[in-house]
């Protein structure tokens, strides 16, 4: 019925179409490994069971929250509706102060303490670092 040419063909098609969709699910399998979505205290409440997995929490710095001892950082990480405590060791980054956002990573001991590895400070849209703005100013 069909040439040889034409089964050959679609023998072909077939098989490339099959390696593209092997390849995009492996891709789309890796990074569901390496992915770290992050959530807010009041989904961190909501959470049916707390594992050992590595998770972001997001949300604003709690004003008058933070305690830095001499090496530890402690800040309460909030939604407005629910808070999370947050224990850090290391150097802050230069944005993170109180009532500005802030994305803590770590482990969660309960629904109420996190103990971060990394900690990220959010700026909002309008920001400009200090060097940019000063040579806008300047000219």
Do not use: C, W
């Amino acid at each position: 019925m069909y040439g040889k040419k034409v089964k050959l063909r679609a023998l072909f098609i077939f098989l490339l179409l099959v390696s593209v969709i092997l390849s995009i699910f492996l891709v789309l399998k890796s990074l569901e490994e390496n992915v770290v979505y992050f959530l807010s205290p009041t989904e961190i409440k909501n959470l049916s069971e707390i594992n050992n997995k590595k998770i972001r929490i997001g949300g604003m710095v709690k004003s008058q929250s933070i305690i830095i001892n001499s090496d530890k950082v402690f800040f309460v990480v909030t939604d407005f509706k629910n808070e999370i405590n947050v224990s850090y060791s290391g150097a802050v980054p230069n944005l993170f102060e109180e009532g500005k956002g802030v994305v803590a990573e770590g482990f969660l001991k309960d629904r109420n303490f996190l103990v971060a590895e990394k900690i990220l400070a959010k700026h909002d849209e309008n920001y400009m670092p200090p060097e940019v703005k000063e040579a806008l100013e300047g000219k």
